[in-house]
């Protein structure tokens, strides 16, 4: 008996959440999940609310709402990002968290899925104020971390810097340093050579690889970018530098389409001088982040926030080939005009963007060994093991004759369902 598309707790319930739940209910009838296992596989393990106040620079206290949500414990210590954006809600980190433990299963991590995030535009924050909200975020979490339960890493809105501050507050909580208890972190206190690119390189990798299937030369691919923070521009210069031409790029302020190629270096330039940000650059015609979705073009690579990709959209997509390197792009209504269109090629999000949790498991390896690799050796690696989840996602395709994101979604949560089923349900 199937079972229904319920979100199984309201409170989780938001849009997002349904759709994680929706794909994990598809991929579990998919494989016939023992109903004894479903629940305790889809639903997260905790989740923890913390309200975080910050004296800022007028010297008003404002109070701000985080969160972190721990899916499940059954292969290691959980591993997710931190998000600073102001539409954060828990069901939001609820949906990230259940995605990041089917991303870290398909890609054989032994982790874990967890996600965490506070209701806040951090880019009106001063920087001591952001160093404020960074410090006392992680105060308030720390009993329910450490390098052997959640291992934290910059998301949206979050950076290194964000990171090496949740790190030091932690350290000196705990009276000595303990670099291994967040990732991402700069290379001065225990970060990891190619952890910064490892997500816009790995989303690159997988789009050639799937370009070179569909013997299409990278000189000829034209390329649209939805989203121009860390992963989207690592992406755009690795892209450009197998030989593709760049012809849109956007953020939260507007977007820039150039059918002849974007000047990526100006735009790059533009935005590190205006913390990051696209917003007065003059290097292409005005265009929405809508709009930019329905460009002609090879590759379209959403790298911004979840939901994009809508039943009402879908049908104007020109692209041959959907890169998903933002977290649930494309909703499940989306996906199934995309699935009955049969024209374009989706690179699911779960295999698509896992550079990042890769390279900060590298990181976290590094850190707990204190040995560390070099840069070519961390991109070999994560090159490999990108490649092994492609050929298994491939043939599980061929295998149960399902969308590629059924099949990536069928190998992650059948291999954490394994793992608590040999485990056992503890009384």
């Known amino acids: 008996m199937k079972t229904p598309a319920q979100p199984g707790s309201s409170l989780y319930d938001s849009d997002v959440f349904r759709m994680a739940c929706r794909q994990f209910d598809l991929a579990a009838d998919l494989i016939g999940l023992d109903s004894d296992l479903r629940e305790r596989t889809k639903l997260p393990k905790r989740c923890l609310t ?48 259940m995605w990041m433990s089917w991303k870290c299963a398909l890609v054989g991590l032994p982790y874990g899925g967890a996600k965490g995030g506070v209701a806040v535009d951090p880019r009106a924050l001063s920087p001591r104020e952001l160093e404020g909200l960074s410090r006392r975020y992680m ?47 700069p290379l001065a206190v225990g970060g990891s050579e190619g952890r910064r690119e490892a997500t816009g390189r790995g989303v690159a990798h997988l789009v050639k690889r ?62 590190a001088s205006h913390r990051g940000g696209l917003a007065g650059w003059k290097g292409g015609d005005a265009i929405s982040n809508e709009a930019l979705l329905e460009l002609p073009c090879t590759v379209l690579i959403p790298a911004a926030l979840e939901r994009v ?43 698509c963007n896992s550079g990042g949790v890769i390279v900060s498991y590298f990181e976290w390896v590094q850190d707990l060994q204190s040995l560390f690799w070099t840069r070519a050796e961390v991109l070999e690696k994560l090159y490999g093991l990108l490649d092994r989840a492609w050929e298994a996602v491939e043939a599980e395709r061929r295998r149960l004759r399902c969308p590629r994101r059924l099949a990536a979604l069928a190998l992650g949560i059948g291999r954490v369902a394994e793992a608590k089923a040999s485990r056992g349900l503890f009384p």
Request: include cysteine.
């Open 50 to 97: 913390v309200t975080i106040p910050v004296k800022h620079d007028d010297g008003r206290v404002r109070v701000y709402e985080g969160y972190r949500v721990q899916h499940h414990l059954s292969l290691g210590p959980t591993k997710g990002g931190i998000r600073f954006h102001p539409g954060v809600t828990i069901g939001e980190v609820a949906a990230l968290a």
């Open 139 to 185: 105060q308030e979490i720390i009993p329910f971390v450490g390098p052997s339960i959640d291992v934290p890493a910059p998301d949206m809105g979050t950076n290194e810097q964000v990171m090496a501050w949740m790190m030091d507050t932690y350290s000196n909580q705990v009276g000595n340093s303990v670099p291994a208890v967040v990732t991402g972190k």
């Open 210 to 271: 799937q370009l070179e299937a569909l013997r299409i030369p990278l000189s000829e691919a034209t390329i649209a970018i939805q989203g121009f923070g860390n992963v989207g521009a690592e992406a755009a210069v690795a892209l450009r530098g197998h030989g593709a031409k760049i012809i849109a790029i956007s953020d939260v302020s507007g977007g820039f389409h150039d059918p002849r190629g974007l000047d990526l270096d100006s735009a790059l330039a533009h935005a």
């Open 309 to 351: 990709i809508t039943p009402g959209n879908a049908p104007r997509l020109k692209c041959r080939v959907l890169a998903e390197a933002a977290n649930g792009p494309t909703t499940n209504d989306a996906d199934r005009v995309i699935e009955a269109r049969g024209d374009i090629e989706v690179i699911p999000d779960i295999v």
